[in-house]
């Protein structure tokens, strides 16, 4: 991440309610260049956010200097388990890419959600995301169908995609025939240590594909993950950033502060922190 500075990190505003106003004050205040926002934010999602709304919310990004660097969707925890859920994953894909023509966002993030059991490396039990009563070869025939619709409604609208999933090995797989300047993998570190993982081991199996770096941290005990503040849990962000760091890794980093009590102050810790970061990356760089 050598040449990746402030401009590449933005924090995710959904967590700080449903005011956009504020939101992107706090993430102003707190020292980022740029806001993420879910398709489903409740103001995003509201049937009078139309074009005008939309083009007023900018105008409040740029009366703080910010962008719009990342919209973001998903199908919730049962990911592509069933053909509906696969369809409103693609919905609301398709809206996250208009919303990021109007806005002139950097890249959709989605989460297909979590891979069938059997393509789980050491893992012959059921899928990993519950899946009813489809077995894990439904899950991933219909996890590629949406694929193929979502690559295609991406290749349309001309916006770059990243696509996030706990298990990387898998994430990378499916990805490995689509990746492009276009396409390409989001490390999630939240959604990785959830399905017991290393976020920097994540970071090394998606080599080279990382198009956004969801930055989080929490810790995972018996089986559930507990979000904490950045740098106190096992998500360890200063080796993610070493191993981007070696893949020339651009950014953009987005911060999630979900599920912290104090999201406000949360942002501001985890901006400090990883500010404190690239700035000392930069200037080993410059001295190098």
């Given at each position: 991440m050598e040449n990746r500075n402030r401009n590449n990190l933005s924090l995710h505003i959904d967590t700080l309610g449903d005011d956009l106003r504020h939101a992107v004050k706090v993430a102003a205040e707190s020292g980022y260049a740029g806001v993420a926002v879910g398709i489903s934010h409740p103001q995003l999602a509201a049937a009078d956010f139309g074009m005008t709304a939309r083009r007023h919310f900018m105008k409040i990004l740029q009366s703080r200097n910010l962008n719009l660097s990342a919209v973001r969707v998903g199908a919730g925890v049962m990911g592509c388990s069933d053909w509906n859920h696969a369809e409103r994953l693609i919905h609301q894909t398709q809206r996250a890419l208009q919303m990021a023509r109007d806005c002139r966002a950097g890249v959709v993030v989605i989460y297909l959600g979590e891979p069938p059991a059997g393509t789980i490396p050491g893992n012959t039990g059921r899928a990993a995301s519950k899946s009813g009563d489809?077995?894990?070869?439904?899950?991933?025939?219909?996890?590629?169908?949406?694929?193929?619709?979502?690559?295609?409604?991406?290749?349309?609208?001309?916006?770059?995609?990243?696509?996030?999933?706990?298990?990387?090995?898998?994430?990378?797989?499916?990805?490995?025939?689509?990746?492009?300047?276009?396409?390409?993998?989001?490390?999630?570190?939240?959604?990785?240590?959830?399905?017991?993982?290393?976020?920097?081991?994540?970071?090394?199996?998606?080599?080279?594909?990382?198009?956004?770096?969801?930055?989080?941290?929490?810790?995972?005990?018996?089986?559930?993950?507990?979000?904490?503040?950045?740098?106190?849990?096992?998500?360890?962000?200063?080796?993610?950033?070493?191993?981007?760091?070696?893949?020339?890794?651009?950014?953009?980093?987005?911060?999630?502060?979900?599920?912290?009590?104090?999201?406000?102050?949360?942002?501001?810790?985890?901006?400090?922190?990883?500010?404190?970061?690239?700035?000392?990356?930069?200037?080993?760089?410059?001295?190098?």
């Open positions: 489809h077995n894990g070869g439904d899950v991933e025939a219909i996890t590629r169908s949406v694929m193929d619709e979502i690559l295609a409604s991406g290749d349309r609208a001309g916006i770059k995609l990243a696509l996030s999933s706990g298990h990387a090995a898998w994430l990378a797989s499916i990805l490995k025939k689509h990746v492009s300047k276009a396409v390409g993998a989001a490390l999630d570190s939240a959604r990785v240590l959830a399905a017991g993982d290393s976020p920097p081991e994540a970071a090394v199996k998606l080599a080279g594909i990382i198009h956004t770096w969801i930055c989080a941290d929490a810790v995972r005990s018996g089986g559930a993950t507990q979000s904490v503040l950045l740098g106190s849990g096992q998500g360890d962000f200063r080796a993610v950033a070493d191993v981007l760091d070696e893949q020339d890794f651009s950014g953009p980093v987005v911060v999630d502060i979900r599920g912290l009590a104090d999201p406000s102050s949360a942002a501001g810790h985890a901006a400090r922190l990883l500010l404190e970061v690239m700035q000392r990356k930069s200037s080993s760089s410059q001295g190098g």
